[in-house]
């Protein structure tokens, strides 16, 4: 088995010229829209391994779907049920508790009051992290404060792990909901604890999820991307590398899995051959970003790295900007 698919399927891509080779997640082919026949060092259509999807990354094709869409354009009509095993799907399906076909809508997360009279820990927080700056609290897209009312009001199953936790969520921490509603991040207001943060799962999507902020530019292909919430909020509101009026948005997805949190972009927000800026902690090297540039020179166009010199990373301050060129290969 590889994924959800009988072994058969990567002998029938062979056959059929699509060049498949396997990742951690995916099945990558040659994409019938845009590269058949046609000779290349990489190809750009991704089929999920734990999902009946395809997408290709390749800017101006975009093509993506069900995998009986896919095969219709191969074979001249569905076959995937000869290739998927349907007892893993069953499998993928319990496991992520809610499988989103592309055509279906995720469903709507509710929002509880934020109640800052309850939670001036939390508000005090807010405002530290966010130097104090102007900004109500009520303007903060997705912020949670009452954790018990969020899991309640929004029917969130509470298994043995949440239940162990729930209460200390409750008091320590603040949320944030990601884009499209699959994720609540939530941080902890105390940084002398060990436990500094918590992802809690809502419904499953077929993509990384991620924290967005605006910038200035809805036109820009520029795209500026962050480990912590904090840090994209810190450059959004002080422009300390002065490009927020060439910027299209700002990114976090708690982790420095920087290439799936830009497949995510370019899959949401459609913006193919992206200009990546990585607002990077200091613990991880330059040559960490090579290797991301070189394994991935097709999915984004320009590359650049700041560190914060003063601190660990750019919601530190003072905060002293130094830029990496990321070349491509």
Not at 157 to 168: K, T
Not at 281 to 309: A, E
């Amino acid at each position: 088995m590889i994924g959800i698919y009988q072994d058969s399927f990567i002998d029938y891509l062979k056959e059929a010229g699509f060049k498949p080779k396997t990742t951690t997640n995916n099945i990558v082919i040659v994409c019938p829209w845009c590269e058949y026949q046609k000779e290349k060092s990489h190809y750009h259509l991704y089929i999920a391994l734990d999902a009946p999807i395809f997408h290709c990354f390749y800017a101006g094709c975009e093509e993506s779907g069900l995998l009986r869409k896919l095969l219709k354009k191969i074979e001249g009509h569905d076959i995937s049920d000869t290739f998927i095993d349907s007892e893993k799907l069953k499998e993928f399906k319990k496991k992520r508790e809610v499988f989103v076909d592309k055509d279906e809508q995720l469903r709507k997360v509710i929002l509880p009051d934020l109640k800052t009279y309850r939670f001036p820990n939390k508000e005090l927080y807010i405002k530290k992290r966010l130097k104090f700056s102007n900004i109500p609290l009520e303007s903060i897209k997705g912020l949670i404060f009452d954790v018990e009312e969020f899991i309640k009001v929004n029917q969130i199953p509470v298994g043995e792990s949440l239940f162990r936790i729930q209460d200390y969520l409750h008091s320590n921490f603040v949320g944030f909901l990601t884009e499209h509603a699959t994720t609540a991040i939530f941080r902890n207001i105390d940084p002398t604890q060990s436990m500094k943060f918590y992802k809690l799962k809502i419904q499953f999507s077929n993509f990384l999820d991620y924290y967005k902020l605006p910038g200035n530019s809805p036109k820009s292909k520029k795209i500026v991307l962050a480990e912590g919430i904090f840090d994209i909020f810190s450059e959004n509101i002080f422009d300390h590398l002065n490009i927020k009026d060439n910027v299209k948005l700002y990114a976090s997805a708690l982790s420095s899995k920087y290439t799936g949190l830009i497949h995510s972009i370019i899959f949401y927000e459609q913006i193919f051959k992206p200009d990546v800026v990585v607002l990077s902690d200091n613990g991880v090297s330059v040559d960490y970003y090579k290797k991301m540039r070189k394994y991935n020179n097709h999915i984004f166009d320009k590359f650049s790295v700041y560190y914060n010199k003063a601190g660990k990373d750019f919601n530190d301050t003072p905060l002293i900007p130094v830029k990496e060129i990321i070349k491509s290969y």
